[in-house]
């Protein structure tokens, strides 16, 4: 970007300001700590950034144009200024019907995407009236056992019409059999399904918990989901590779690139090994990342993410196809930064977190709402989350030009810095023999674990300031109304789940859950028989237990 003598005269320039102005000013005023440095990697921040920070940057090969690679300024040529990110509102609790009542709610307000959450027994392949639910049902999501809630979901809303974000791992393949199977009832050509399900277990082994079966038949599942998309699903996204539970574990930026992107590689050479090429599911791939409090290490962060992924594909799998190495990314803001205390603040909070995310470049995004550190959010907190994304893209404009922080000094430094200190563990991953080898043995669990307690001693010690927490606190405290799920519900979903296996025919469950154990047994595609088995109204548990019985369970003390 700049050639050696004016770099060179750069220097001596800043040399000039630290003797002539900095330090007449340091001494008489000091500053207001000795060191600064970004939020959770703890990189140095220096107090001014210049040229001679960057003189290592290749404009063509590090920076490059919009939806060109290494996409670091964004995966799409015109980005906002064609069309504005997805605003999702995670959304989801008790019964199928209540969810359905959330989503027209949303609709009505603004809401561009759905994005559905699942209760614990759902994520863990349960029933409603099994032992394992008792206490959880529609809690952390919706209860969803058969195909009838789901049916009852989305009532009234045209798949043709809605893209849908279904946050849901170790059962993923069920649950989006049961959203093909409500499209084929809306007669909607599943060539024109829009969405996207988590399915990344193995983040789940690092960071959630929320497993079930082993990894290796865990992997086998995920890489028939993306056989199955590829053919018949081609605008569906198969997978969300996550990062978002990694940081809300606790870990630095810079590992929330790396072992995301670590898993992502871990995928695709999985269904490379299954016998699928990466040009055709590569493209369809998506990942979902942690908006947390520091502005300009977060908007790095995604920028840096873009451009090592990019680099990644080419380099491990060969891969120069343009599609295949652009990173398509969800954002959600930082859950784990919301505070009980002052709750009122969260919206600030999560205003700036939803501002490095856009200026990151996110091609969807969820904000949270004030009051999730205490409960579900009212339908309040959920409009006033939806509203701020609303300001940032009317109001603010941040989405009026494309990587807007592009050439800021300090931005691409950041973004050079995060990017090697991703490499750095990703080659510590591969010196462990992967990322499944990684988690297997704890070792990715362990540097996580590492980051999360010193960052909390930190705040016990005061070192870290959380506005309202331990500085600027107070003890008065609005009443708030919060969103409850009843024992009512749950008992009106256990007999909604009565009632459905009493009226079907149990023949074809039967036959359905046969078939779906010769296909685990046999190794051919899973898709086909679980879409047969929810048409037949088998239940989410039934089919999870098929799978158990065929595949076991995972026991992390076998690590």
Same mark, same amino acid.
Request: charged share 25%; with cysteine; aromatic share 8%.
């Given at each position: 970007?700049?050639?050696? %003598?004016?770099?060179?005269?750069?220097?001596?320039?800043?040399?000039?300001?630290?003797?002539?102005?900095?330090?007449?000013?340091?001494?008489?005023?000091?500053?207001?700590?000795?060191?600064?440095?970004?939020?959770?990697?703890?990189?140095?921040?220096?107090?001014?950034?210049?040229?001679?920070?960057?003189?290592?940057?290749?404009?063509?090969?590090?920076?490059?144009?919009?939806?060109?690679?290494?996409?670091?300024?964004?995966?799409?040529?015109?980005?906002?200024?064609?069309?504005?990110?997805?605003?999702?509102?995670?959304?989801?609790?008790?019964?199928?019907?209540?969810?359905?009542?959330?989503?027209?709610?949303?609709?009505?307000?603004?809401?561009?995407?759905?994005?559905?959450?699942?209760?614990?027994?759902?994520?863990?392949?349960?029933?409603?009236?099994?032992?394992?639910?008792?206490?959880?049902?529609?809690?952390?999501?919706?209860?969803?056992?058969?195909?009838?809630?789901?049916?009852?979901?989305?009532?009234?809303?045209?798949?043709?019409?809605?893209?849908?974000?279904?946050? #849901?791992?170790?059962?993923?393949?069920?649950?989006?059999?049961?959203?093909?199977?409500?499209?084929?009832?809306?007669?909607?050509?599943?060539?024109?399904?829009?969405?996207?399900?988590?399915?990344?277990?193995?983040?789940?082994?690092?960071?959630?918990?929320?497993?079930?079966?082993?990894?290796?038949?865990?992997?086998?599942? #995920?890489?028939?989901?993306?056989?199955?998309?590829?053919?018949?699903?081609?605008?569906?996204?198969?997978?969300? #590779?996550?990062?978002?539970?990694?940081?809300?574990?606790?870990?630095?930026?810079?590992?929330?690139?790396?072992?995301?992107?670590?898993?992502?590689?871990?995928?695709?050479?999985?269904?490379?090994?299954?016998?699928?090429?990466?040009?055709?599911?590569?493209?369809?791939?998506?990942?979902?990342?942690?908006?947390?409090?520091?502005?300009?290490?977060?908007?790095?962060?995604?920028?840096?993410?873009?451009?090592?992924?990019?680099?990644?594909?080419?380099?491990?799998?060969?891969?120069?196809?343009?599609?295949?190495? *652009?990173?398509?990314?969800?954002? $959600?803001?930082?859950?784990?930064?919301?505070?009980?205390?002052?709750?009122?603040?969260?919206?600030?909070?999560?205003?700036?977190?939803?501002?490095?995310?856009?200026?990151?470049?996110?091609?969807?995004?969820?904000?949270?709402?004030?009051?999730?550190?205490?409960?579900?959010?009212?339908?309040?907190?959920?409009?006033?989350?939806?509203?701020?994304?609303?300001?940032?893209?009317?109001?603010?404009?941040?989405?009026?030009?494309?990587?807007?922080?592009?050439?800021?000094?300090?931005? %691409?430094?950041?973004?050079?810095?995060?990017?090697?200190?991703?490499?750095?563990?990703?080659?510590?991953?591969?010196?462990?023999?992967?990322?499944?080898?990684?988690?297997?043995?704890?070792?990715?669990?362990?540097?996580? $674990?590492?980051?999360?307690?010193?960052?909390?001693?930190?705040?016990?010690?005061? %070192?870290?300031?959380?506005?309202?927490?331990?500085?600027?606190?107070?003890?008065?405290?609005?009443?708030?109304?919060?969103?409850?799920?009843?024992?009512?519900?749950?008992?009106?979903?256990?007999?909604?789940?009565?009632?459905?296996?009493?009226? *079907?025919?149990?023949?074809?469950?039967?036959?359905?859950?046969?078939?779906?154990?010769?296909?685990?047994?046999?190794?051919?595609?899973?898709?086909?028989?679980?879409?047969?088995?929810?048409?037949?109204?088998?239940?989410?548990?039934?089919?999870?237990?098929?799978?158990? %019985?065929?595949?076991?369970?995972?026991?992390?003390?076998?690590?």
């Amino acid at each position: 970007m700049f050639d050696p %003598e004016d770099l060179a005269r750069i220097r001596e320039s800043r040399e000039s300001w630290e003797a002539e102005t900095l330090s007449p000013t340091l001494d008489r005023f000091g500053e207001r700590q000795e060191h600064f440095e970004t939020d959770t990697d703890g990189l140095p921040v220096e107090r001014l950034y210049t040229p001679a920070d960057v003189d290592g940057a290749d404009y063509a090969g590090d920076l490059g144009f919009p939806g060109e690679p290494p996409y670091t300024r964004g995966v799409y040529p015109t980005m906002y200024r064609g069309r504005l990110w997805t605003m999702r509102q995670y959304a989801g609790f008790g019964t199928a019907e209540e969810t359905n009542e959330r989503f027209h709610y949303l609709l009505e307000e603004g809401q561009t995407g759905l994005s559905l959450a699942f209760d614990l027994p759902t994520q863990m392949g349960y029933d409603s009236d099994h032992a394992m639910a008792a206490g959880e049902v529609g809690k952390s999501g919706v209860a969803i056992d058969s195909l009838s809630d789901m049916r009852t979901v989305f009532d009234g809303i045209d798949l043709g019409e809605v893209s849908t974000s279904m946050t #849901i791992n170790a059962p993923a393949s069920v649950l989006l059999a049961m959203y093909v199977a409500i499209a084929d009832e809306q007669g909607v050509p599943r060539e024109e399904l829009r969405g996207t399900i988590q399915n990344d277990v193995l983040k789940e082994y690092i960071a959630r918990n929320t497993y079930i079966y082993p990894p290796e038949p865990s992997m086998r599942i #995920i890489t028939d989901v993306f056989a199955f998309c590829a053919d018949e699903l081609p605008k569906f996204n198969p997978i969300s #590779i996550s990062g978002y539970h990694v940081r809300e574990a606790g870990s630095t930026a810079a590992q929330e690139i790396a072992f995301t992107l670590g898993n992502g590689v871990e995928y695709v050479e999985a269904a490379v090994e299954a016998g699928l090429d990466v040009t055709d599911f590569a493209p369809q791939l998506s990942f979902f990342f942690n908006a947390h409090n520091d502005l300009f290490e977060e908007a790095a962060k995604f920028r840096a993410a873009r451009r090592l992924w990019a680099s990644l594909v080419e380099e491990r799998f060969g891969v120069s196809d343009p599609d295949s190495r *652009r990173l398509k990314f969800h954002t $959600q803001t930082g859950g784990s930064t919301l505070t009980a205390q002052q709750v009122e603040n969260n919206v600030v909070r999560v205003a700036y977190q939803a501002l490095a995310a856009v200026l990151g470049g996110t091609q969807s995004l969820h904000t949270n709402g004030k009051d999730e550190a205490l409960a579900l959010p009212t339908e309040e907190s959920v409009r006033t989350a939806l509203r701020t994304q609303q300001i940032l893209a009317h109001e603010s404009g941040v989405a009026d030009t494309i990587d807007p922080l592009a050439g800021s000094y300090y931005v %691409e430094h950041l973004t050079d810095e995060l990017e090697a200190e991703a490499r750095e563990l990703l080659s510590a991953v591969d010196d462990r023999g992967g990322m499944l080898r990684a988690v297997e043995t704890g070792w990715v669990q362990r540097q996580i $674990q590492d980051v999360a307690y010193d960052r909390q001693q930190e705040i016990e010690d005061g %070192e870290r300031v959380v506005v309202g927490v331990n500085a600027y606190e107070t003890d008065e405290e609005p009443e708030m109304d919060l969103q409850e799920v009843t024992e009512e519900d749950a008992e009106r979903q256990v007999d909604h789940l009565e009632s459905v296996r009493a009226e *079907r025919d149990e023949a074809p469950v039967e036959d359905a859950l046969a078939d779906l154990r010769a296909a685990a047994e046999g190794g051919s595609n899973l898709m086909p028989p679980l879409i047969a088995a929810v048409k037949a109204e088998a239940t989410v548990g039934e089919i999870c237990d098929v799978l158990r %019985e065929t595949f076991g369970t995972h026991d992390p003390g076998r690590g």
